[in-house]
């Protein structure tokens, strides 16, 4: 079945700092790929999505490119502040399999002043 | 910006008791979804709902479960004979469609103990 893996957490980093937060999935067909953040206490809010291969999916400052070679779909962001300390859930969503979002772990983030 | 919202944000709750979970949808939105995130472990589909109808379940959904948009702006999973392994934070999201792009926007999330 479909499933999607993170690289395992937590994050922690300096601000100004580069981020990378890997995600690989496996899925058939093509599915599109989304990363979440949930900031303490809020819920999950769509970061950036992608739908297809080499599309690059950006928002905030963060960007994340649809490899299918490597069926990855992981998250940078050039220089992190503060306010990105959040969890990020990397999930994926195929046409066929009607709705449902299929996640990853999620990741920790803390940045540090 | 319309959002989502969950209560309660915390339930603790014996074996074998029941739960409803609540949540608001925003408000033009059709679709309705559960989700849970057991600690430690990734958040996983429970149901979605549409037209006062499950549209898709997992495996997860089992008897035990049941959803039901009892008004025009409320959504609610009750779990009946809680366990101690449906300890877990439950979320709720809605959309407006469910096309392929179509987002889907998560509540804060209600986190379930079962003692």
């Known amino acids: 079945g479909d499933s999607v893996t993170q690289m395992e957490g937590p994050v922690t980093l300096s601000e100004e700092a580069f981020l990378t937060i890997n995600c690989t999935y496996t899925a058939t067909g093509y599915p599109s790929l989304f990363w979440y953040v949930q900031y303490p206490g809020e819920g999950l809010q769509l970061l950036l999505k992608?739908?297809?291969?080499?599309d690059k999916g950006s928002n905030k400052g963060f960007e994340a490119t649809y490899r299918k070679e490597t069926t990855s779909f992981h998250l940078e962001k050039g220089s992190v502040q503060v306010s990105d300390s959040a969890v990020y859930f990397c999930?994926?969503?195929?046409?066929?399999?009607?709705?449902?979002?299929?996640f990853g772990e999620g990741t920790q983030l803390t940045v540090n002043p | 910006e319309p959002e989502v919202t969950q209560t309660p944000s915390h339930q603790v709750t014996q074996m074998g008791q029941e739960v409803i979970l609540r949540c608001v949808p925003i408000s033009n939105h059709l679709y309705f979804y559960w989700y849970r995130q057991i600690l430690g472990q990734k958040v996983e589909f429970l149901v979605s709902f549409y037209n006062n109808e499950i549209s898709e379940k997992s495996e997860i959904f089992d008897d035990q479960f049941s959803v039901e948009r009892p008004d025009g702006s409320n959504f609610t999973l009750k779990i009946r004979s809680t366990k101690l392994e449906d300890s877990a934070m439950y979320f709720c999201?809605?959309?407006?469609?469910?096309?392929?792009?179509?987002?889907?926007?998560f509540g804060p999330g209600t986190r379930l103990l079962v003692l």
């Open positions: 992608a739908t297809k291969a080499d």
């Open positions: 999201a809605s959309s407006a469609g469910t096309g392929f792009l179509e987002t889907q926007y």
């Open positions: 999930a994926l969503r195929r046409e066929t399999s009607g709705s449902r979002l299929t």
